[in-house]
């Protein structure tokens, strides 16, 4: 999870957003699906911890490898600089 907070916070974009909930079974699973740059990933595990870990794993090594669209994150990046540019121009 590490890896894909500090990317984000180098390009400035917001960090990634987590949604969990517990499986509906005697198991004790839990899911949970992370949502960064425009990417989705989802996990399961036998805790939250594990379950956020693994999509953000997932999402990570698509960034790393080079499988995300480029073309994505530089739109997601330019997004947000454009709504900084524009907080930033109302607050003078």
Not at 47 to 76: M, T
Request: aromatic share 4%.
């Amino acid at each position: 999870m590490s890896s894909l907070n500090q990317y984000a916070q180098h390009l400035g974009v917001p960090l990634p957003e987590y949604t969990c909930a517990s499986v509906a079974t005697t198991s004790g699973l839990f899911q949970c699906v992370c949502e960064c740059l425009d990417l989705v990933g989802k996990g399961e595990g036998s805790s939250k911890k594990v379950a956020k870990s693994k999509p953000a794993q997932g999402l990570w090594e698509q960034i790393e490898s080079g499988a995300a669209s480029p073309h994505a994150i530089r739109a997601v990046t330019e997004q947000n600089l454009l709504l900084n540019l524009q907080i930033g121009s109302t607050s003078l």
